[in-house]
């Protein structure tokens, strides 16, 4: 009879210990919240230009977190690169653009220019570029410089 009550013990024991382990084993983890800002390209070259005009390029992203992203900041790296972000926030799995104009003037050759974003991402600053080249018509150079 012993023998019986020592094995009804240790199947009680045992019992609690999976229950325990099943209780955890459901649980679930707290999701971590953050924004993820993915650019379709970072780079975009706008090839040729005769420098005439303003060069205008649209950085397309979306934002493939859990939560909102703001972008706080989008800056050129000179005078002649403005950028415009989206004033409001973009919604997990939503997209939009980042729309720069760079300014030729007194540019004659190739450039890279770069626009720095910083946001509430996980990646909190991103430099996009804009490369190419301006080349202008030899009779419009020599008529500015006579």
Request: charged letters at 25%; a neutral charge; aromatic letters at 8%.
């Amino acid at each position: 009879m012993k023998s019986i009550y020592q094995y009804f013990i240790l199947f009680v024991l045992l019992s609690n210990f999976s229950c325990g382990e099943a209780g955890l084993a459901t649980k679930e983890t707290p999701k971590k919240e953050f924004a993820e800002i993915k650019f379709q390209s970072e780079r975009i070259d706008i090839g040729i230009i005769d420098g005439k005009s303003n060069a205008n390029v649209a950085f397309k992203f979306s934002n493939a977190g859990n939560i909102p992203l703001t972008i706080t900041e989008a800056k050129g790296n000179c005078h002649c690169v403005q950028a415009k972000a989206p004033e409001k926030g973009i919604e997990p799995g939503d997209s939009s653009v980042i729309s720069v104009s760079f300014d030729p003037a007194g540019v004659t050759t190739l450039f890279q220019r770069t626009v720095m974003i910083l946001s509430n991402a996980t990646r909190d600053s991103v430099e996009l570029y804009i490369t190419g080249e301006v080349k202008r018509d030899p009779k419009e150079v020599i008529k500015k410089t006579h």
